[in-house]
């Protein structure tokens, strides 16, 4: 398969350009969502591609939306997304996009947390707190949660990092009923996911689910869906109390962005990325691909 840094869909009007997928409008109710190869850390789009990162992403994407079905709607469709487009540009959408229902995106990341990891270990570090909730339990890394925390953050529009809010925050901003819905509906669909991934051999740490309203107001699923990209993924086999295992995303390319002066100086972030080596994007590709390996996604 090619490596598709950005699409150029002529025969359809472009909605939007995320972090990685290019949206476009078929129709009035429909839109086209083509996830590309690239990949961002830190809320910036690095340089370089990983490999066949895109079509892995919507694979598993549709797996999870397809188990995950009876607990909530989602917005796929089963339009083939080669038949919206011209023939001349089915090739950057086979594999790698779908058509979805258009609807009205709640600007929430609902994000839920089973184990301890990543910046709510160095919250609890510090402060005891995972997203401001006091935790009294002494809890070690990478330790499995007494119970689930649900937290959520306001997206924001312009792409900018997103806003860690309380849950009283989410009901002001969305009403108590809309509130407890998603609240609920998150935590559902992380324990149902959680007991599948650990069936095929992975601890899914935590993850984010991203919601819309259809024209009924109804509560639908949308965007990704439990991908490399939205969630925490760590081998069972190399699980140990006290010690982070190596993840199965894009944890491993953060990691070494860590170890640059481009992190090691904060304002330098506004600068372009440094160069990422070869072997880092090759590496970061296999975690993908084990994913959908052990889901029985890829042969």
Request: charged residues 20%; hydrophobic residues 45%; aromatic residues 8%.
């Amino acid at each position: 398969m090619n490596a598709l840094y950005a699409s150029s869909i002529e025969s359809l009007p472009l909605v939007a350009k995320g972090k990685v997928r290019d949206i476009y409008a078929v129709g009035q109710d429909l839109l086209l969502m083509v996830a590309t190869d690239r990949i961002s850390a830190f809320d910036v789009i690095m340089n370089e591609l990983v490999p066949n990162k895109g079509a892995i992403l919507t694979r598993i994407s549709n797996y999870w939306f397809a188990q995950l079905a009876a607990i909530v709607p989602n917005h796929l469709t089963t339009i083939d997304a080669r038949g919206v487009v011209k023939p001349s540009e089915i090739i950057q959408v086979e594999r790698r996009a779908v058509v979805v229902k258009r609807l009205k995106p709640i600007r929430i990341e609902a994000v839920v947390r089973g184990y301890l990891a990543g910046s709510a270990w160095k919250e609890y570090q510090s402060y005891g707190t995972i997203a401001g909730q006091w935790i009294a339990t002494s809890l070690r890394m990478a330790e499995k949660l007494p119970e689930l925390i649900f937290t959520p953050a306001a997206k924001e529009p312009s792409g900018s990092h997103d806003e860690n809010i309380t849950y009283a925050e989410l009901e002001n901003r969305l009403g108590q009923q809309r509130a407890a819905e998603i609240k609920e509906v998150s935590l559902e669909l992380y324990l149902s996911a959680a007991k599948i991934a650990q069936a095929n051999g992975m601890i899914l740490a935590d993850t984010k689910f991203e919601f819309g309203l259809d024209d009924n107001g109804q509560l639908v699923l949308m965007d990704e869906l439990l991908t490399p990209d939205s969630s925490r993924y760590w081998p069972l086999e190399h699980y140990e109390l006290g010690h982070l295992p190596s993840s199965l995303d894009k944890q491993f390319l953060s990691d070494w962005l860590e170890t640059t002066r481009w992190m090691g100086k904060p304002w330098l972030k506004v600068a372009p990325p440094p160069p990422i080596p070869p072997e880092v994007l090759v590496q970061t590709a296999q975690r993908y691909r084990e994913v959908a390996l052990r889901l029985g996604l890829y042969s």
